[in-house]
């Protein structure tokens, strides 16, 4: 079992950011894909953001393109996710997960990936 620590969440007003963080103090970056997911209540984990550790290279939602940004940085072991415009409806539970390299096409796909943190919470007002 590998932890994942995320933190960052909070309450903010309609286009507000906030910036979440996955510390991952066990890991050797450059092996894994880290991704960020949400889950609505009584809705599917759905995939928001991707970042493959050896390559840099990344995969959004269409619901989250050119508002949020994935990055990671490997001395301290974590990966950012900053979110700017942030609407009520990305009001959520928000998962850091990590899993070994994948087709970028499997990226946003919570079956993908082995390891999964506690969530934070993040509450977006009108």
């Known amino acids: 079992q590998l932890p994942l620590v995320e933190s960052g969440g909070g309450s903010v007003q309609g286009g507000g950011s906030l910036n979440l963080s996955c510390t991952a103090p066990g890991y050797t970056f450059s092996r894994y894909y880290m991704g960020w997911f949400r889950q609505r209540a009584g809705e599917e984990r759905e995939g928001v953001a991707s970042i493959a550790a050896s390559t840099g290279g990344t995969e959004y939602a269409d619901s989250v393109k050119g508002r949020f940004t994935i990055t990671l940085d490997n001395v301290k072991k974590t990966v950012f996710l900053q979110m700017n415009d942030l609407k009520p409806s990305d009001t959520t539970m928000y998962y850091c997960?990590?899993?070994?390299?994948?087709?970028?096409?499997?990226?946003?796909?919570?079956?993908?990936?082995?390891?999964w943190g506690q969530g934070t919470q993040v509450t977006v007002s009108s």
């Open positions: 997960a990590s899993a070994p390299p994948i087709a970028p096409a499997r990226a946003l796909q919570a079956s993908s990936y082995y390891y």
